[in-house]
């Protein structure tokens, strides 16, 4: 069964709006944590947000947030202003602390952002 | 220093060549990782090295061989590759291999790979 699920393959948004990425995830693990990364062309991955499932509070830097409903067991990332290099791929992703302690990526969501 | 190092950036090789990838890091990590990714798809994790020894091997083939000479090196020794393990394999650390914000990941740029 898929761990991390994002539903949107592609999004587009308008510069200087704010753009919603979604991600649900699936897991029994009581423990685990979840991150979000981006991936320009160039192929590096950076490292943008984290929550852990014992946060109270959703997790926030800078122009990124994130929307945590552990209920729904989502963990959307909001980019706030919108910049032209935003544009790229985004992956979410999710460590479970006591089984397996796997690292999965879920399938990405590529982002354009127009002038 | 918050930078993790990949060697070749490229890479191109026939079927029969022995290669080498190499991953360095000089934030005091301990945990490195290998993950392959074909073309739009996400990364998928293949060892990770937590404190110089291998924790995880998620069933790679033996024609990829991983070492971890020192806390802050890692190899990826490649020979005889099919052309379908052409793809960028990246190279990750992290504070350690436990919970927490401390797994939190540092990417290098990867080597694209291309086997003939």
């Known amino acids: 069964a898929q761990k991390i699920t994002q539903t949107q393959p592609g999004m587009f948004v308008q510069e200087k709006e704010a753009v919603t990425l979604d991600c649900t995830y699936d897991t029994s693990d009581p423990s685990y944590g979840l991150f979000w990364y981006k991936q320009p062309s160039s192929g590096e991955m950076i490292f943008l947000i984290y929550q852990g499932s014992y946060d109270q509070q959703n997790a926030t830097e800078g122009r990124y947030s994130l929307n945590f409903q552990k209920a729904r067991k989502s963990a959307n990332l909001v980019i ?31 982002l354009s952002v127009l002038p | 220093d918050t930078e993790v190092t990949q060697t070749p950036k490229h890479l191109v090789m026939g079927m029969t060549n022995k290669k080498s990838l190499k991953c ?25 090295y937590s404190y110089e020894k291998l924790s995880i091997n998620e069933s790679v083939p033996s024609r990829f ?29 992290s504070q350690d291999w436990t919970s927490g914000r401390s797994n939190e990941q540092f990417f290098g740029p990867g080597t694209r790979l291309t086997v003939l």
């Open chain 1, 80 to 110: 706030s202003a919108s910049q032209l290099g935003d544009s790229a791929m985004y992956f979410c992703a999710m460590r479970e602390d006591n089984y397996g302690q796997n690292f999965v990526f879920g399938p990405g969501t590529r």
């Open chain 2, 24 to 48: 360095e890091q000089h934030m005091g990590h301990r945990a490195m990782y290998w993950y392959k990714q074909k073309a739009k798809k996400p990364p998928e994790l293949m060892f990770v």
């Open chain 2, 65 to 93: 061989s991983p070492e971890c000479p020192n806390s802050s090196l890692l190899n990826l020794h490649l020979h005889a590759l099919q052309p379908e393990d052409s793809a960028l394999y990246l190279c990750a650390s």
